[in-house]
Each structure stands twice: as C-alpha cells, then as structure tokens.
C-alpha cells in the first residue's frame, strides 16, 4: 500500500552488501558510498558477508563526500537440525573494541574453514565474543511461528539491550503478512522492529549483473537458474520517497536510533610494530643508532669519512621523525635471520639510497658514492611509508616466512591479501556463459581481445570473428562484461608483502586461511594498507638468488674452500 508521505524521512541503510561479497554485490563499495550520499541518508552501513575486505575502500569514499559511516558484517546462520530455520545475523560494531571484537570473530569462522568459506550454527556465537557490537535478527520468510518465536528468545538472550529485528520489505505479495509477523514478534519478546533494505547493488539497472553473478556462482547460464535469482530490482538503494512509500515510518525512525550508537571509524586503527626487535635498555631509536654505526664500523673499516657520517645522522633523524624506527629494526632482523641461515638475500628498489639500509646489511650499494637523494626512499614531504623489497633464495624463502609465524605467531603476522579482479577476457568468459553462449564461441571473443586494446572492449574485434556486434545478445555480452571488469573475484595472497603487529592482527583486519597450507593472509591488499597506515615487510624470492648459490657452492667445491657473495 502506497503512503503519501508529508516529508521525506531520515534513513540509515543497515544492511548492505558490496562486491566484495564475492559473486553476490553488485556494486563497488564506492558507488553504494556516493548513491547513498545522493539520495541524503544519514550514514550507511556496509555489512558484507563475513568479511571486511571492502572497508576501506568504503571509508576512503565515504571522508571524501562527508557520510558517515558504519561498519559491520553479517552471517548466515545454518540450522542444527530441522526444527531450526535458516537466518542472516547481521552485526554491526559501535565503537573500537566491538570493531576488534567483530574482526577477531570472523577471523575464527574463517581460519576455522577452508580458504573462501565459513560455517555458523548457533552454537558457535555467545554475546560475550561480540561485546560492544549490535545485532540485527533477519529471518527468513519461510519460518514458522515457533521458530521465529525460538530465534527472538535467542537474540534477546545474548544480545540484551542491543538487538533489533531487521525487516525488509521487497514489494512482494506477502510483504504485509511479513510485516504483521514480525510485528507479533516484537511484541511477544520486546525486540524492537527496524527498517533494513538487504542491499545488492546502488542502483536497480545494476540488476542484470546482479543475475549474471548469481549463475556465475551456481555455475548455471541464466535460463537455468530459476529461484536463485532475485525476484525483483529491490535490493538497491531506494530513493527516500519510495522508502516512505514502502515501509512505516516507526521502522524507518529506528534506522537512526541504531546509527546513533555506532560511532567507530577507521580513522581510530592505531597501528603498532612489534616491540621484540628493541632488546631490553634500549629504545627503538638507540638501538637502531647502535647497529648502524657497528654496520658502518664493518662497512669503512679504515674509518667513516665525515660526509658518510653527516648521511647517517640525517638519515636516522628523519627515520625517528617519522617513527619508522621499528620498520627498520624488523628488517634488519629478518635480513640476520636469513643470514645466519646462509640463506643468501638482497635489498632492491628506492631502499638502495639509504646509508643506513647500507649499514644494516639490507642493501649492498653505497649511496655515499652516488649522487642519489634519501628522500627518494623516505620524504616528510610525500607522507607515504617506506618500501623495501627484499628478495630471498626462492627455494628456501618458505624459512623465512615460517620464522616470521614462529617469531611472532599466528595472531600477529599474516600476508597481505591481493585482490584478483575480473579482466576483459574473464569477464567476457562469465559473462559469456552466464547468457548461454556456447564455451566455443566464448573461447574465441575471449581470445579475440587483445591486450593493448586495454580495458575496453572493442567492438571490431567482434566483426574479425564474424560476430554481428549490434545483435542484442552481443549488445548485453558487450555491457554486461564493461560492468564487471574491475570487480573483485576472489582474494589470494601477495607474493611475500607480510603484516606484523604488537597486538593482535586480528583485531585490526580479519585474517583467514590461503590457499598454501601453513600461511595466513589478512582481508586487505597494499592499497588498503597505505590507507589504513599499517606497514608491510616484502619478503619476495627470487630464483636467480638460488642459481648464484649454486654456482658459489660449486666454485667451493672445486677450489676447496667456501664462497660467498661478499668473497
């Protein structure tokens, strides 16, 4: 029933999905940031499944246009047995420590399960884990009574005080007799009822995509997937009109009372280096002082000239100005470790201007006989943090980065994740499938696009293959494929950029199995880490590391005596 609406009303969305939930958002994390600014909501929430991998992308948005905004997850809850139904709790963090207390939980779900899943009963949450977060209750609409009147005593139970029953409204047939349900359940357990719009996209002509993802998940074309797709294009970001049109204005109101007790922000993440690198009486800035004159006194044994000297002081003053201190110590840490290994290493890249990366055995090239500035590698000016790439023997590289995991533990060192996004010619496979295209001719579009042909698809291609690009199936191929390139498809970890921390890792960021046994990678990739400010140590390898060491170990053997690369 449609409402005439005096004003438009203040909303929050509450429950919204990005394209980080894998195969299911259809939208960037940007866009639904930006739509809901347009439309004038008061915040927005991103909740997707299980997961924080588009948060910061969603928080970069959202301080360039001024929205604030929520952050929070949620999960399906799988029954135990058949007297209980299948819900979404969706849970939202209110301030720091319920932000840590919701990272660390999907961190057990995920770590808990292969690589890309998780699996929740009922069992495996208690209120106390999820301390300082809110909970919505969304039930599905196939619960009976009993069940639903068995899952408002459990939210009530372990979430007191801070719980609501989030209630979507579709435009569906059922869509009052869902509400007069819920509404009986509210009264009966006192859990207060609130508007939530399930969102899977910003706006509704993103609902053919929408499809597109969902066959591409079942792995099914579309004609094939019946009740696996979305009904309707109403899971978007509605305009304020239509949502006083649709839902009542006390649920509407509620969306405010809920974003009223959520006040985390990125902002408050305070990144912290591991503390075990400082040995006792030392601070981080004289132990760092200490060893890079004892690297120096190695390096010009004959004495250091005073102009290399003048470098170092200005190096390191820089170096405690910005607090990298420890950066630097766990480097030069690793480095030693590989070191007394013979594990053989290099130092590369802007790092190889620093004198002090010199004295410290990062580097083996000495910027004093270069004319090179520091502040290539390191400037006040730029604000962005240093970057050494270190290379190890790749053969044996898997030792370092078990010490790092042995050195620090599970709970504080992880990889950085690496977003694999969809490229022209994975989308156009997808997509291609999705809309029934048989796998050859797919195959030769795919093949067809060249790679300086960009990003873009270009429709000659098509004419090359003998493909009519205005036949409106080739049109959809066409737009369809535009939409998704750049869409994230899964995560998998980058080639060696590690995480460490002083605390737990799992309360700034979720961490969760790769698909290498015996590592860890966390949700966000080294974009989001400069974002956030957390730092990462490259431990990469390098095959050529692993000749030179076979070829000094050959030499040795021949001459009878041992080589190195300092020899």
Known sequence: MNRAPRSLPDYVELRCLSNFTFLRGASRPEELVERAHALGYRALAITDECSMAGVVRAHGAAKAVGLPLLLGAQFGIQPRDATEAVFT??????????????????????????KGTYHLTLDHITGA????????????????????????RWTLSHFTGRCWIGVEQLRRLDDELWLHRLRSLSELTALPLVAVGDVHMHVRSRKPLQDVLTATRIGKPLTECGHALQRSAEQHLRTRLRLAQTFPADLLAQ???????????????????PA??????????????????????RRWPQ???????????????????????????????IVAFARSRHILCQGRGSAANSVVCYCLGVTEVDPARMSVLFERFISRERNEPPDIDIDFEHDRREEVIQYLY?????????????????????????????????LATVDAIAKGQ??????????????????????????????????????????????????LTQGPLCRMVPVENA????????????????????????????????????ALDLIGLRRGQVFSMQD
């Open 406 to 438: 042995q050195k620090y533990g599970r709970d504080r060192a992880a990889l950085t994740a690496a977003v694999i996004s969809y490229r022209p010619k994975s989308a156009i496979r997808d997509v291609g499938k999705a809309l029934g295209f048989d």
């Open 129 to 152: 884990e999820l301390t300082d977060c809110l909970a919505l209750l969304c039930p599905e609409r196939t619960a009976t009574d009993a069940q639903l009147e068995a899952l408002g």
């Open 255 to 273: 969306t405010l009372q809920v974003a009223a007790r959520c006040s985390f922000s990125l902002d408050e993440l305070k990144y912290q280096y």
């Open 303 to 333: 004495g250091i000239a005073a102009p290399v000297q003048a470098l170092i002081e200005h190096e390191l003053a820089l170096i405690c100005e910005l607090r990298y201190e420890h950066y630097f110590l766990t480097v030069y840490d």
């Open 515 to 550: 698909a290498m046994p015996h590592r860890t990678v966390i949700e966000w990739d080294k974009d989001d880490l400069d974002a956030a400010g957390l730092l990462k140590v490259d431990v990469l390898a390098l095959g050529m590391l692993s000749a030179i060491r076979r």
């Open 276 to 297: 075990e690198v400082v040995p006792h009486g030392h601070t981080a800035a004289s132990y760092l002082r200490q060893m890079t004159y004892e690297g120096a006194g």
């Open 450 to 499: 060249k790679w300086f042909d960009g990003t873009g698809l270009r429709p000659e291609r098509f004419a090359e293959l003998g493909i009519p690009a205005d036949d409106l199936a080739v049109r959809q191929l066409i737009t369809l494929t535009q939409q998704l390139i750049g869409f994230p498809r899964h995560l998998s970890q980058h080639t060696g950029g590690f995480v």
């Open 89 to 114: 709790l969706v849970v939202l963090a209110q301030n720091l420590h319920g932000y840590g207390n919701l990272c660390a939980f999907i961190t057990k779900l995920r770590r808990a399960s292969e």
